[in-house]
């Protein structure tokens, strides 16, 4: 299992050296998309090849083309990884920390047939479909990236034909398809986790305010499917606009605020009508908590994030959604510290990979970089780390029939990277723990249920330290 090369003592000291090396390796690159030439216009050099960059970039596809070389092996062949990211443009910073990421776990393979080409896409779909004819140029056994959703289906229609498989670091699952895989954190599977973790609990009547848009409508739909598998029923859905300033209103219908505060006055009326010292005063009771009855729902879903969560969580209280009758459900957006400080959100649950996992990880890149990077630049040190896993295993898989040489599956003619390698029953262990793929293009991840709490996340329900078996498994 590759995640344990973070905490393996032998290649201690090949890290600390290798750190000083990365310092200058990424600025570099990142200099060279800047000035001069546009990006468009240029070839990336695959990281770990020793020749001078003073070549243009067909002489650099003529040349670095995988062609088999003489007394060597297909296990033995080099393996060029174009590595697709936004490293210019608004989504830069987060591109060049996947970078960073991915280069790190190129390190720890300590593999020289493994050339990291890096590739701009800057975050346009036209620019990345270049890129993708690019590396198909420069023979790319396997694409890692890109970052957005556009970006991933535009590089993927690309590189189809030639069957090398793109491994994107979206979580939009209308991009999956078979052998243009996504690593993300799917949001559809954090819903269906904590909403049956929620079931399990013995909650069975359900709320839901999501965003208006694409993602709201994959919560929706996701929401839907989790509870119509159960005998659980949903009471009330309402979505949002993403304006904090548009928040009250549909709050105020999910919780059907003046319906019940209307019902709650009709009914102090009635008690005042019976003219009796009792009933007054439990219409007195009635009044001063504005309402009497609960909401329909047990537990309410928001599947919000950031600087828009924090503005939501405190308008639940105040149309009385109370958070100590009403269990808050979110999705792995909630793994944000700025959140614990949220009072109607202690004791909320939501799904999200084991927050102890990265930790190592985090603290390294920070050591090496001076900074904590973005949650998702697990994604390409996993994915990089996956790629040399592959590159370094026995190439037979499983299939229907037997034992299998995986040539024709895909793999853009590198069999190392035929596309059954990817759908392991057994999985991968990553900085994120146990994930695997799908055939569908999809990612399954073993994800822990994170409960809120001041002093940090705790974790409630353990993520599955196994997946259940399917179709082909890898022979290690």
């Not at 030439?37 to 695959?46: E, F, G, L, T």
């Not at 009635?286 to 969580?313: I, K, N, S, T």
């Amino acid at each position: 299992m590759f995640a344990s090369i973070l905490n393996n003592k032998s290649h201690k000291n090949r890290t600390r050296a290798c750190s000083l090396v990365l310092v200058f390796l990424v600025p570099l690159f990142v200099a060279a998309c800047g000035g001069g030439p546009s990006p468009v216009d240029r070839a990336a050099r695959p990281i770990g090849d020793d020749r001078p960059q003073t070549q243009h970039s067909s002489d650099v596809a003529e040349q670095e083309a995988a062609v088999p070389v003489a007394g060597k092996t297909a296990d033995q062949q080099p393996v060029i990884i174009a590595l697709m990211l936004p490293l210019s443009g608004p989504e830069g910073d987060t591109g060049k920390a996947l970078l960073r990421a991915a280069t790190i776990a190129l390190f720890d393979a300590y593999d020289p047939r493994l050339k990291l080409m890096p590739m701009d896409t800057q975050a346009d779909p036209a620019v990345a479909e270049l890129r993708a004819r690019q590396a198909i140029e420069a023979g790319a056994s396997i694409v890692l990236g890109p970052l957005l959703a556009t970006n991933v289906e535009a590089v993927g229609d690309i590189l189809a034909p030639t069957g090398i498989p793109v491994v994107g670091f979206s979580n939009d699952s209308s991009v999956a398809k078979p052998g243009r895989f996504i690593m993300g954190f799917l949001p559809e599977a954090e819903v269906k986790r904590v909403v049956d973790h929620a079931l399990e609990q013995g909650l069975g009547n359900f709320g839901a305010l999501v965003p208006q848009g694409r993602y709201g409508n994959r919560i929706r739909t996701s929401f839907g499917d989790a509870v119509a598998d159960s005998r659980a029923v949903i009471s009330a859905i309402e979505s949002y606009p993403p304006d904090a300033d548009a928040l009250f209103e549909p709050v105020k219908r999910l919780a059907r605020y003046d319906e019940r505060r209307s019902d709650a006055r009709r009914e102090v009326r009635f008690l005042r009508s019976l003219g009796d010292d009792v009933t007054d005063e439990i219409a007195v009771a009635v009044e001063d908590a504005e309402v009497m009855e609960g909401v329909d729902f047990d537990a309410v879903l928001v599947p919000e994030g950031g600087a828009l969560m924090r503005a939501l969580a405190p308008l639940l209280p105040f149309y009385e959604i109370d958070p100590n009758r009403v269990k808050l459900l979110g999705t792995g957006l909630w793994n944000d510290d700025g959140l614990l400080g949220e009072p109607p959100l202690q004791g909320a649950w939501f799904a999200a990979p084991d927050p102890t996992s990265p930790t190592a990880f985090m603290a390294r890149y920070q050591q090496t970089y001076g900074n904590v990077p973005p949650r998702l630049a697990t994604l390409a040190y996993d994915a990089m780390a996956l790629v040399a896993r592959m590159a370094r295993e026995p190439v037979v898989v499983d299939g229907p029939d037997g034992p299998d040489v995986s040539d024709g599956f895909g793999g853009g003619g590198d069999s190392r990277f035929a596309l059954p390698r990817f759908m392991s029953s057994e999985g991968f262990v990553g900085v994120d723990g146990l994930f695997r793929f799908l055939e569908d293009g999809t990612v399954e991840r073993a994800l822990a249920v994170l409960e809120v709490r001041r002093s940090g996340f705790k974790v409630v329900d353990p993520a599955p330290a196994s997946f259940p078996a399917f179709g082909y498994a890898l022979k290690n």
